[in-house]
């Protein structure tokens, strides 16, 4: 087993989605901690010995690895582990914003050559991402209605590479079966890739409902002050790395106030979105 798989099996599962919210994410020491975690600043790193250094190098691509700071901190740790329980996920990977997490994902799984189911009434960055870089690169771009429902089978190619729609949809909020087009698409051996930034996991935990990769911009409910621009992207076991890798490769980052307040704005996420 590799260390990867052991640190993605690590991750609690969320049991009390209240209590979660109020104590996950937090310092772990005991007497005389901050209540939340603080601001973290830092790029390098520092290591008493070369082999230290070395085993931290090969592990830079899990979450609770510190090895420099564009790979995370003990901060950005905590609210990937915090999200994971959420989630119900094996791994999360945050990101700049939410358009982020969707084009990184979409990246992590597209190439020339191949095709990509996306739903009609999904985000208008989404939808120009799409259309732009993606087909610059060779992607075919197919859309679908996403009521569809079973009907989607009959759109996977051989070359079909994801299934992407939202739940509910960006500006028509309609509410399409997640179950039926999540299990369309493993059928096929297709990642499925839903956005679900207005429900949220107090609303709906997608991973459990079939979905491979959940996306969401953080910077609308999970934050919830308008204050902080960051996306997360939450999956399965099986494509955690590819999108880490992916995301790590392209240099983005999070920043340590965005880490901060996004901890602190998930502590009334429940409360927030039961009274919306």
Not at 221 to 229: E, F, I
């Amino acid at each position: 087993m590799s260390s990867s798989e052991k640190t993605i099996e690590a991750i609690p599962k969320c049991q009390n989605l209240a209590d979660d919210l109020v104590h996950a994410g937090r310092p772990t020491r005991v007497e005389g901690r901050h209540v939340n975690m603080p601001i973290e600043l830092g790029s390098t790193m520092v290591f008493d010995t070369l082999a230290a250094f070395e085993a931290a190098r090969d592990a830079r691509y899990d979450s609770g690895t510190m090895y420099y700071g564009r790979y995370g901190n003990a901060a950005t740790f905590q609210l990937e582990q915090m999200l994971a329980k959420l989630e119900q996920a094996d791994g999360v990977t945050l990101t700049s914003s939410g358009v982020a997490a969707i084009t990184l994902t979409l990246m992590s799984f597209a190439r020339p050559g191949s095709h990509l189911l996306v739903a009609d009434h999904v985000y208008g960055n989404t939808r120009a991402f799409c259309d732009g870089l993606l087909t610059r690169m060779g992607v075919e771009i197919e859309y679908f209605d996403p009521m569809a429902g079973a009907d989607v089978v009959a759109l996977i190619r051989e070359t079909t590479c994801a299934v992407m729609f939202e739940a509910p949809g960006s500006g028509t909020f309609e509410m399409p079966d997640i179950p039926t087009i999540a299990q369309a698409a493993q059928a096929a051996g297709v990642p499925s890739v839903l956005d679900s930034t207005w429900a949220t996991p107090i609303f709906c935990q997608p991973l459990t409902l079939g979905a491979d990769v959940v996306v969401a911009s953080m910077s609308k409910y999970l934050s919830g002050h308008s204050d902080g621009m960051m996306g997360m992207i939450a999956s399965t076991a099986e494509h955690a790395q590819t999108i880490r890798k992916t995301v790590m490769g392209v240099g983005d980052k999070t920043g340590g106030q965005e880490v901060f307040l996004a901890l602190r704005g998930l502590r009334t996420l429940k409360m927030r979105m039961e009274h919306f």
